[in-house]
């Protein structure tokens, strides 16, 4: 009797002890762990976000990138850190929705293994090509590959990424044939494209827009849905190409972060996404700001995983 009645002062002892530190949350600097490569798009988005959560929490909130397969290595890390609210993170679609499609063995399940504190927007992948690239839009581009005998290169920041989705996508539904070349970051396909190493590229918005803008890079089509980013840039489904996504940034937390916690974070990304400011930051990069509770957020990458399965069982992609 005297055993059961310790274990149960230790149970309330350990559940009022994880109270106190709900309650005081966060007493110390925050990690965010980037899963992005120095520069590229996910990266100024989460250096943008990590500088609000700060002000909010009134905690620094240090940044910390882990690029590397797609983003799963650092997600992987996300997953197998502590769930205490002092690690977060930014997850896009080759981190949760498409990574299962590619990787028989995915080291961490993206639905059970996170806990979403909320969508942060939607984004669109768009098609660049080098000024002197003869193709002006997605239909030249189509024609031009029907002409000739070898496959189109297209550069994107990985293999089994998003712009490699994007690629895929293209070639099974214009019945065109392509060629995917990998590269580590989407700063480094810019830098080749400005250079004219490369003439045909999918970057994600945040990396894109400015280049576009300014004239350097000019945008062939959107993968997804006409971004009001670059409103002038028709879509695929526009030129002919069955496909109308949205692509999604949300933050995720380690699975078995208190409730408290995630509350709190949560409340703090919806407040941040209220913010002017935030807003017209967000679509300068590309993103149209759009927060999504966490629980739809988690249902919807349970819902598209299968969806992207189909189209990498078809393309034949797999990373293992």
């Known amino acids: 009797m005297k055993k059961i009645l310790a274990a149960a002062l230790l149970a309330v002892a350990a559940g009022a002890a994880t109270a ?33 959560f700060a002000a909010q929490l009134k905690q620094p909130v ?18 197998a850190a502590a769930p205490d609210g002092y690690t977060i993170t930014i997850g896009g679609m080759s981190t949760h929705p498409l990574a299962p499609a590619t990787y028989a063995k995915l080291p961490y399940d993206p639905v059970r293994d996170f806990q979403s504190l909320g969508t942060i927007g939607t984004s669109s992948i768009v098609m660049v090509a080098s000024n002197q ?26 293999a089994g990424s998003t712009g490699h989705f994007c690629g895929e996508v293209l070639s099974q539904k ?21 250079g004219n190493h490369i003439s045909v590229a999918f970057v994600d918005m945040v990396t894109a827009t400015p280049f576009v803008k300014e004239g350097k890079v000019k945008a062939l089509a959107v993968c997804t849905r006409r971004s009001p980013s670059l409103p002038q840039v028709a879509s695929y489904k526009e030129q002919g190409v069955d496909f109308d996504r949205e692509l999604t940034w949300a933050m995720y937390v ?4 208190p409730k408290p916690i995630v509350d ?57």
């Open 62 to 79: 240090v940044v910390e990138n882990k690029p590397g397969a797609a983003g799963t290595i650092g997600t992987q890390a996300v997953a």
């Open 20 to 52: 106190a530190d709900t309650a005081h949350y966060p007493d110390r600097p925050v990690r965010m762990l980037l899963p992005f490569s120095a520069g590229g798009g996910g990266d100024i988005l989460g250096r943008f976000l990590a500088e609000r």
């Open 133 to 158: 690239y003869p193709a002006n839009n997605l239909k030249d581009l189509i024609a031009m590959a029907r002409k000739q005998s070898a496959p189109i290169q297209y550069a994107s920041w990985g």
């Open 254 to 257: 380690p699975a078995k972060t």
């Open 174 to 194: 214009a019945g065109i044939p392509l060629q995917h070349v990998p590269y580590k970051g989407t700063s480094q396909i810019i830098t080749d494209l400005l």
């Open 264 to 320: 709190k974070l949560s409340a703090v990304l919806e407040s941040t996404l209220k913010e002017p400011e935030v807003v017209n930051r967000l679509l300068s990069l590309g993103i149209t700001a759009k927060y999504v509770s966490g629980a739809e957020q988690q249902a919807a990458n349970a819902r598209d995983i299968p969806m992207w399965k189909a189209i990498a069982k078809q393309a034949q992609i797999t990373l293992d």
